[in-house]
């Protein structure tokens, strides 16, 4: 085993060997091809060759370098493994902002979301975005265990004046907070009274999941003052079909909301 990660450590050490064994792995190329398409020296690309062939990864045939079925195999994985790699770097705040039973997906999808990342004051940039969404969106399912007033709002004026279909579900201490917020409160009548579809779940998370149009999805989370830290979005269909399956599963076992305004 001592060997197999001495060479792992050779292949990863240097970013032109792991771009030329790629190369020849996509299709047989000669040495000039190799030279112009990783964009190194004539002389580093000979010597990544020579390295290659003594170590039985790649071939010299009909004047040019193909890889061999073992070189193929470690093109493959080597792959995997950079794209792993960059996935779980780019994606630390999912895993810092999550707890990881909230994230039940492949990993490896987060390679096919969109995701805006930022401190404290760009939290505005998350809220504008999600109304950004709203406002384009005919029918819109979700669940949230934070949801700023601002939030609210958009939602009401979608709902009664662009006609937007919407079902959100909130965690019962949510509810319990909304119901001591004049604001929130009222904004909630009005969203119900709107024709919007609220319920409430015993369930706590620190996530929001956007579910628009039943073909895109959204996937926030949120820092211990409920304030957005991060945002993905996708139209990938695992990605999609996971959050419909999230949102049903909760609105199976929520109980619809009931609002009312305070005497006056």
């Known amino acids: 085993m001592t060997e197999a ?6 292949l990863m050490a240097s970013p032109n060997r792991l ?24 002389v580093t ?13 790649i071939e010299y045939r009909d004047g040019t370098y193909s890889t061999t079925m073992f070189g193929e195999l470690i ?6 493994l950079e794209q792993s790699v960059d996935i779980a770097y780019r994606c630390r705040p999912v895993a810092q902002y999550c707890r990881p039973e909230e994230i039940d997906f492949d990993p490896r ?13 760009t939290a505005f940039d998350h809220v504008d975005r999600w109304a950004e969404l709203f406002r ?21 004026e979608e709902i009664s004046t662009g006609g937007m279909d919407v079902e959100g579900i909130f ?7 909304i119901m001591l917020d004049p604001e929130k409160r009222k904004a909630a009548m009005e969203m119900i009274d709107a024709g919007a579809r609220l319920y409430q779940d015993e369930h706590e998370w620190d996530i929001a999941i956007g579910i628009y149009d039943g073909d895109a999805m959204s996937f926030v989370g949120f820092d211990t003052h409920g304030s957005p830290r991060f945002k993905i979005e996708s139209d990938h269909d695992e990605l999609v079909t996971w959050a419909i399956d999230r949102f049903e599963g909760a609105r199976a076992r929520s109980t619809p909301i009931e609002v009312e305004l305070p005497e006056q």
């Not at 990660?5 to 050779?10: A, H, M, V």
């Not at 690309?45 to 990864?57: C, H, K, L, Q």
């Not at 999808?109 to 004051?121: A, H, I, K, Q, R």
């Not at 384009?136 to 009401?156: C, K, L, N, S, Y």
Request: hydrophobic content about 40%; proline content about 6%; aromatic content about 8%.
């Open 5 to 10: 990660f001495e060479d792992l450590n050779f």
């Open 19 to 42: 771009d030329v064994l790629q190369a020849v792995a996509a299709r047989p190329r000669d040495k000039d091809e190799l030279v112009e398409t990783v964009g190194s020296s004539p």
């Open 45 to 57: 690309i000979a010597r990544i060759i020579d390295d290659f062939v003594e170590r039985n990864w």
């Open 75 to 80: 093109a493959e994985d080597a792959s995997r």
């Open 109 to 121: 999808l987060l390679e096919y979301t969109t995701m805006s990342v930022g401190p404290e004051d």
């Open 136 to 156: 384009r969106t005919d029918e819109f399912q979700g669940i949230t265990g934070h949801i700023p007033a601002t939030i609210m709002q958009v939602f009401t």
């Open 171 to 177: 965690p019962t201490s949510l509810v319990e907070n």
